[in-house]
Nanobody, 122 residues
Framework: VQLQASGGGLVQAGGSLRLSCAAS????????MGWFRQAPGKEREFVAA????????YYEDSVKGRFTISRDNAKNTVYLRMNSLKPQDTAVYYC????????????????WGQGTLVTVSS
């Protein structure tokens, strides 16, 4: 199983980016995919998740109303649209997947992507 994340980059505060995570090697129907992030000197934290079946979404409080997670079943891909970006959103963003929803249950994700860096300048 591979999770290939892409879409990170440098953006000014107030700008937007869209992250993509393409899963290969298995289907996650019945499971969940999502994003975590790790800022310099901080622990990895949950950002957003989507259940593959039903499409229920979940967000960390600080990104609610600014970030939107979505999925494309045909492409086995999940997206994170990030609007109104703030310098405190600067982090390495990791795609994650779990074979049984929700993403954070049990010991957490079963699979992790390689991370993509998002830098928001003030």
């Amino acid at each position: 199983v591979q999770l290939q994340a892409s879409g990170g980059g440098l953006v000014q505060a107030g700008g937007s980016l869209r992250l993509s995570c393409a899963a290969s090697g298995r289907s996650f129907s019945g499971g969940a995919m999502g994003w975590f992030r790790q800022a310099p000197g901080k622990e990895r934290e949950f950002v957003a998740a989507i259940n593959w079946s039903g499409g229920s979404t979940y967000y960390e409080d600080s990104v609610k109303g600014r970030f939107t997670i979505s999925r494309d079943n045909a492409k086995n891909t999940v997206y994170l649209r990030m609007n109104s970006l703030k310098p405190q959103d600067t982090a390495v963003y990791y795609c994650a997947a779990r074979t049984i929803a929700p993403l954070w249950s049990g010991s957490g994700p079963d699979y992790w992507g390689q991370g993509t860096l998002v830098t928001v300048s003030s």
